[in-house]
């Protein structure tokens, strides 16, 4: 039994991704928005990739499309060549809210996507969430109920929950936005040490460059209107990265111009 | 502890009141009742009869015989209610056609059905438990209506991203997130089918057994205030026992687990 425990949560499954010629509408009450206008992009496996830009840019729309959840108008998004139908437990995703289950108590909603996964014993299942929860520092807090925690904590049970079914994507819709400033440079620290830890391909979506740069091996630029991706930068600071970093400042500060440069020409 | 003591207090100074308007303190002075024991028997003359009751075993039997219509009718009611009101949650047609039925007949105070319950069953349990069935049915139905429909999208979304079948999503998910509205809707729907029952059981007599509201209707026929006294105690006795064996517990979890406590 500990071998199969053992395979289970030593077994670091990653995955190519890749969308192409992707475009989405959305229909409102003033017309049609274009959410996405024909994106392409390749993402290798076990990369950190961030999508940054502002409301409107199609980066959440493009997370949806990855995790099954929205279907795009024309054009493919495929894991590893296969074509995405809908939502699957080799892509997990974590909301901006947390939502976590208030019925159940901590260790319950971490079992929740476990038990969708077959070939596993509940006494298994209890171990790899023990696991999960060690590994985000919530081990102490298994029977808490969910009201009991705080906005940091709830998140950290969050990625217990969508780490522990072991997907090979994790899909993050700007989860620490919520958050006071200090939980969330923790959480910067405990994110880059499951990434190293786990070596899963994570797609992190936010509006704050700075967090993306902290972040992401490469920071992706999207423009609203219609939502498109104008430009990539590679981030080879090392690990792990302190987001009061000079070099990470300049870096955004970089970014964060540019990401000017293409709002403004969009509001002359 | 002393929230009990202030409840305890209460209730004695209330009986002691009741004693006094009906000539039992005589140690006080209060040897005379105020009116004729006919339109307000004393405590003591209601005692007697329900200790005489339930010695002789009527009392016990007819609980017995009304708590089992209750019980049967109580049951069918949730189990048409809860899936009833989940289909009107998830669907357009089902809310505009069952929905605005049940918010209609809710309104209808369910002793309204008994003469129709009368016709078409006759004087059997059949018709006493359609009366029930008809008062606890359509509050637990718009409760679970009401109580899916308040249940953010999120955790769906959440769900299905986890390999969440929309079967399992139902049961597992949207049901249990709904689980305070249902709760309170079968409490109400307990206290319907409690009300109902006891109007039905006044105006039908059924020879298939005598219950607790038939004695209440025997009283008033045979002039016994203190027979109508007495079961309209074990009437507010059994109500309030179900609320605190069956509900509060319930109620009290939800609470600790949503973090909804007053305290």
Same mark, same amino acid.
């Given at each position: 039994m500990h071998d199969k425990l053992d395979k289970e949560i030593n077994a670091f499954p990653t995955a190519k991704l890749s969308v192409e010629h992707v475009c989405k509408d959305f229909r409102t009450r003033n017309g049609t928005v274009?959410?996405?206008?024909d994106v392409s992009l390749t993402i290798n496996e076990g990369e950190f990739v961030c999508f940054v830009g502002p409301?409107?840019?199609g980066k959440s729309t493009l997370l949806n499309i990855i995790a099954g959840l929205e279907k795009p108008d024309s054009g493919l998004a495929l894991i590893d060549g296969v074509p995405i139908t809908g939502p699957g437990r080799d892509r997990m995703v974590m909301f901006q809210e947390h939502?976590?289950?208030?019925?159940?108590?901590v260790i319950g909603n971490v079992m929740f996507g476990l038990k969708?996964?077959?070939?596993?014993?509940d006494k298994e299942r209890l171990e790899v969430a023990k696991y999960y929860l060690f590994l985000v520092k919530m081990d102490r807090f298994?029977?808490?109920?969910?009201?009991?925690?705080s906005g940091g904590m709830r998140q950290r049970v969050a990625l217990a929950r969508s780490l522990a079914p072991n997907p090979k994507i994790l899909l993050m819709d700007?989860?620490?936005?919520?958050?006071?400033a200090m939980t969330r440079e923790r959480l910067y620290g405990d994110i880059q040490d499951v990434w190293e830890k786990r070596r899963k391909t994570i797609i992190f979506v936010t509006h704050n460059v700075r967090e993306a740069v902290c972040l992401g091996s490469r920071v992706i630029l999207f423009s609203p209107h219609?939502?498109?991706?104008?430009e990539q930068f590679p981030v080879s600071l090392t690990?792990?990265?302190?987001?009061?970093d000079h070099d990470l400042a300049d870096l955004s500060m970089q970014i964060t111009s540019a990401l000017k440069g293409y709002t403004a020409a969009e509001s002359d | 502890m002393k929230r009990f003591l202030i409840s305890l207090i209460f209730f004695i100074l209330l009986i002691l009141v009741w004693a006094g308007c009906t000539g039992e303190l005589a140690f006080l002075g209060?040897? %005379?009742?105020?009116?004729s024991p006919f339109v307000l028997p004393s405590p003591q003359v209601v005692a007697q009869y329900l200790w005489d009751n339930t010695i002789n075993g009527k009392i016990p039997l007819s609980m017995l015989i009304t708590l089992r219509r209750l019980l049967i009718g109580y049951a069918i009611g949730l189990v048409l209610g809860v899936p009833l009101g989940m289909l009107s949650a998830r669907f357009r047609s089902v809310s505009d056609t069952l929905g605005v039925l049940a918010l209609g007949l809710q309104a209808?105070?369910?002793?309204?059905w008994v003469p129709l319950a009368c016709i078409w069953f006759?004087?059997? %349990?059949a018709a006493l438990l359609f009366v029930v069935i008809m008062g606890t049915l359509w509050s637990v139905l718009l409760s679970t209506q009401n109580g899916m429909r308040n249940v953010p999208p999120i955790y769906a979304r959440a769900a299905r991203t986890m390999g969440s079948s929309p079967l399992h999503t139902l049961v597992f998910v949207t049901l249990p997130a709904s689980a305070p509205f249902v709760v309170s809707g079968m409490k109400q729907g307990w206290a319907f089918a409690w009300r109902s029952l006891m109007a039905a059981e006044i105006y039908v007599s059924v020879v298939s057994g005598f219950g607790i509201g038939q004695y209440l209707h025997y009283g008033r026929e045979l002039q016994r205030m203190y027979q109508v006294i007495g079961i309209m105690f074990i009437i507010i006795l059994v109500g309030l026992l179900a609320d605190k064996i069956l509900f509060s517990p319930a109620e009290a979890w939800l609470h600790r687990r949503w973090g909804t406590d007053k305290e």
């Open positions: 274009r959410a996405l206008d409301s409107g840019c939502a976590l289950f208030p019925w159940l108590d969708q996964k077959p070939n596993l014993t298994a029977h808490s109920n969910i009201h009991e925690l700007e989860p620490f936005s919520a958050l006071d219609p939502g498109r991706i104008r690990r792990p990265r302190n987001i009061n | 209060l040897n %005379e009742s105020l009116w209808l105070p369910s002793v309204c006759g004087q059997t %349990e």
